[in-house]
């Protein structure tokens, strides 16, 4: 039975002519649809608007538990559920467990939980049925020692991770290779090593550069195992790999399977193809993460999970909403793992394997994405391979890190509730203070967030007894004028600036008294262009001759008096700066 059967044969012509009348209707020129509706990633690499079957790798994706292991390392369904704790808080831990965690991740380190207070954190948690994963601040082995040490003394076999790295500097390097091979030889459920990739995406790297460092960084550590004694399969055996999770759900689709598929190749040149199957956590990444509006964070969380689980990832962690804000309190930790739950129970994602295989567009994406990704990691190892290489990586993703700057100023890479739709009246979410986060990764890479900047000229506008103002004079009726007020009202709330309007009406003098009594010293010009061609040089003047510092105007043109523009796709963060020093803000 063909489901289509009933229906008119198409093609990707027929589309192509649909597609150009509606452009051509809307007065976008282009050489054709694909040209006018494809975009580019930060990998340089084209998202068609329409994709069919000819754009179908040519290598196949492979089925679930088989090399490549594209369409998953495992052939069962569902993932780990793994909440994250830096502070020894037995209470949280154990309240996690009782409520739909099935795994731990336990930063231990300075200004995190010491070694020494693991037993008290674990002491009423069975090392045989909730897996424990390490994630080391200091550089160390004492907390793998520990948790080796507790589980020896309750005779209960360890599961999880370790979290050490063999490339760690000196004798610790050394200790994590026996920690390996300890773990190969007595217990089957722990893993000893830990791939961060998450340092490369937090420092604003592209896809294709976190993926190709973390098999870069992969491959070191297979290096210093099998150098140790470790035989390649049970060296490739010893390894998780942890990569960030965005609310772009199909790029975080396709950047996980592309993993598996790169892994599988280091595995199959190194002789063990059998054994490449990629073990991978993800976690909601940090980066994408606000403090303003951070009950959005919600949002961007649940997509990124739902993309985690459907890109295959092993196991998932749902960083709590108010995350960056200080200590996730009980409310946000559960709203954390339920998302999960609701994923998996209610919703049913884990119960299909890879369901985005076979798709035409995510197949795509992620044969070019494991492309892109190889070919970075082959540069970093004729470079030397890492960490030799990580003058070359850091230059990379700092230039990637400025075009994704770029955008977020200009408002192209939008983040809802802060850049867009933002609220200046919003209550701030209470929350304890937390140990501070290092801001520079052990890989030397700063850490970033993308609201980070307008963020600070929110908390430059709320520290000021009273809110700084911009005048929007509006011009004519409401209904020529709505559009563009709201346009520029959203950009300087953005910046935690408030606004107020002169109303309908188009007299001059009267826009110029209403300018006079808001108390600004900033006024932006709102209406449509066949009203600006009659009001904007009178009403610029009129402002001019109130007081006005300085004229804005939503759109484009010349006009005297005006002295800047405000239009989609201007640099937002540059325009709310200047009116900040215009308002004296920044003295």
């Not at 523009?565 to 640099?571: K, S, T």
Request: hydrophobic share 45%.
């Amino acid at each position: 039975m063909e489901l289509a059967a009933g229906f008119p044969t198409t093609t990707r012509d027929d589309w192509r002519a649909l597609a150009a009348e509606v452009l051509r209707r809307s007065g976008v020129e282009a050489a054709g649809p694909e040209e006018a509706l494809s975009s580019l990633t930060y990998d340089g690499l084209t998202l068609a608007p329409l994709y069919d079957a000819g754009d179908l790798p040519a290598a196949a994706p492979g089925v679930p538990g088989e090399p490549p292991y594209v369409r998953g390392a495992r052939v069962t369904t569902g993932w780990d559920v793994r909440q994250r704790h830096a502070v020894p808080d037995p209470e949280a831990v154990l309240a996690d467990l009782e409520n739909g965690v099935t795994s731990l991740w336990l930063v231990t380190g300075e200004g995190a939980i010491p070694p020494a207070a693991l037993p008290g954190v674990l002491k009423d948690v069975y090392l045989d049925l909730a897996p424990v994963a390490l994630e080391h601040r200091d550089r160390a082995c004492g907390s793998a020692h520990a948790l080796l040490a507790l589980a020896e003394e309750r005779g209960t076999p360890p599961r999880g991770t370790l979290g050490v790295s063999a490339l760690w500097e000196g004798g610790d390097g050394a200790a994590a290779v026996a920690l390996a091979a300890r773990c190969a030889a007595e217990f089957p459920g722990l893993r000893a090593v830990t791939v961060d990739a998450t340092p490369y995406h937090d420092a604003g790297g592209s896809d294709a550069e976190e993926l190709g460092c973390s098999i870069a960084r992969g491959v070191a550590e297979l290096r210093a195992l099998t150098g140790g004694g470790l035989s390649v399969e049970q060296a490739l055996g010893q390894i998780e790999f942890r990569y960030a999770a965005t609310d772009d759900q199909f790029a975080t689709v396709a950047k996980l399977r592309a993993a598996r598929r790169l892994w599988a190749r280091v595995a199959e040149v190194c002789g063990a193809p059998g054994h490449g199957g990629q073990r991978q956590h993800a976690v909601t990444s940090s980066a994408m993460m606000t403090r303003r509006d951070p009950w959005v964070n919600m949002l961007r969380t649940t997509v990124a999970c739902f993309a985690a689980g459907v890109g295959g990832a092993d196991a998932v962690t749902v960083q709590p909403f108010d995350a960056c804000l200080g200590l996730p309190g009980a409310f946000s930790r559960r709203i954390a793992r339920n998302t999960q739950s609701l994923l998996l129970e209610e919703s049913g994602v884990g119960r299909v394997i890879d369901p985005a295989g076979g798709s035409w567009y995510v197949e795509r994406r992620t044969a070019d994405l494991a492309e892109r990704a190889w070919a970075w990691f082959q540069e970093i190892e004729a470079a030397g391979g890492l960490p030799a290489a990580a003058p070359l990586v850091s230059a990379r993703v700092a230039a990637t890190r400025e075009r994704r700057a770029r955008d977020v100023a200009h408002r192209r890479f939008p983040i809802t509730g802060v850049s867009e739709f933002p609220d200046v009246a919003e209550k701030p979410v209470p929350a304890q203070p937390a140990p501070a986060e290092p801001s520079v990764s052990a890989e030397g890479l700063p850490r970033i967030r993308y609201a980070e900047e307008f963020e600070a000229l929110r908390d430059l506008a709320d520290a000021r007894t009273e809110r700084p103002k911009v005048f929007l004079a509006t011009i004519g009726p409401v209904a020529a004028h709505t559009a563009r007020a709201s346009f520029a009202a959203n950009l300087f709330q953005a910046g935690g600036l408030a606004v107020e309007t002169a109303g309908p009406g188009a007299d001059p003098e009267q826009i110029a008294t209403a300018f006079a009594v808001s108390g600004s010293t900033v006024a932006c010009l709102c209406s449509s262009d066949r009203l600006y061609a009659e009001h904007a040089e009178a009403v610029a003047a009129a402002l001019r001759r109130a007081g006005a510092h300085r004229v804005w105007l939503a759109g484009k043109g010349e006009y005297a008096g005006v002295d800047a523009y405000l239009y989609a796709g201007c640099d937002a963060l540059a325009v709310l700066r200047t009116t900040f020093e215009d308002l004296e803000v920044a003295r």
